[in-house]
């Protein structure tokens, strides 16, 4: 599925718990009334990008591909960010 928003918040966080293996959980909003408002970027992503880093892309509008798992999260496959941000700091 194709989305594109603003992200709220991103965070990192054991998935598993207790497992070891981070994700970068983000909050997004502006993606469409049938769209997730959850995504993550999987340990591996994280990886292989070492520019991703929650507090650079929070506020930032983005573009991404994402396939939901077999626990019904929402994984990126692929995504942009926007240069600027888009929303001050609450």
Known sequence: ?????IIQ???LEEHP??????????????????QPRTLVIPY???????????DAIARRGFEAEIEPDEDGRWIIQ????????LRPPN
């Open 44 to 54: 591996a992503r994280l990886l292989q990008d070492e520019s991703l880093d929650p």
């Open 17 to 34: 718990p207790d497992s070891g293996t981070i994700e970068m959980v983000l909050r997004v909003q502006g993606v469409g009334p049938s």
């Open 1 to 5: 599925m194709h989305i594109r928003g």
């Open 78 to 85: 692929t995504i942009a960010f926007a240069s600027r941000i």
């Open 9 to 11: 918040s991103a965070a």
